[in-house]
Nanobody, 123 residues
């Protein structure tokens, strides 16, 4: 499975961005999809995840109520709508695929990773 992330950029605090992650290859819909981010000097952290088909979602506390993850099954694409962005949301955002049960773990292990897309939020 190949994952292609896009949609990053520079935005002012309070603004919005939408990230996309296009999945291709063998049976991408077999996997749950998610987003992680890594800020400068910090470890990579979980942001959000979604199951294919059932649509169950999971969010980090830091983004609940501001970010929304969704998917388009026909396009094998997952989106991350980010609203009310804050400077602390500045990071490289990565999409990833794994089993849903793995996303529920404290330190989930991903099977596939996409390349990162940089989000910069200015104050």
């Amino acid at each position: 499975v190949q994952l292609q992330a896009s949609g990053g950029g520079l935005v002012q605090a309070g603004g919005s961005l939408r990230l996309s992650c296009a999945a291709s290859g063998r049976n991408p819909s077999s996997y749950a999809m998610g987003w992680f981010r890594q800020a400068p000097g910090k470890e990579r952290e979980f942001v959000a995840a979604i199951k294919w088909g059932g649509g169950s979602t999971l969010y980090a506390d830091s983004v609940k109520g501001r970010f929304t993850i969704s998917r388009d099954d026909d396009k094998n694409t997952v989106y991350l709508q980010m609203n009310s962005l804050k400077p602390e949301d500045t990071a490289v955002y990565y999409c990833a695929a794994s089993t849903w049960s793995e996303f529920l773990q404290r330190n989930p292990v991903m099977i596939y990773w996409g390349q990162g897309t940089l989000v910069t939020v200015s104050s």
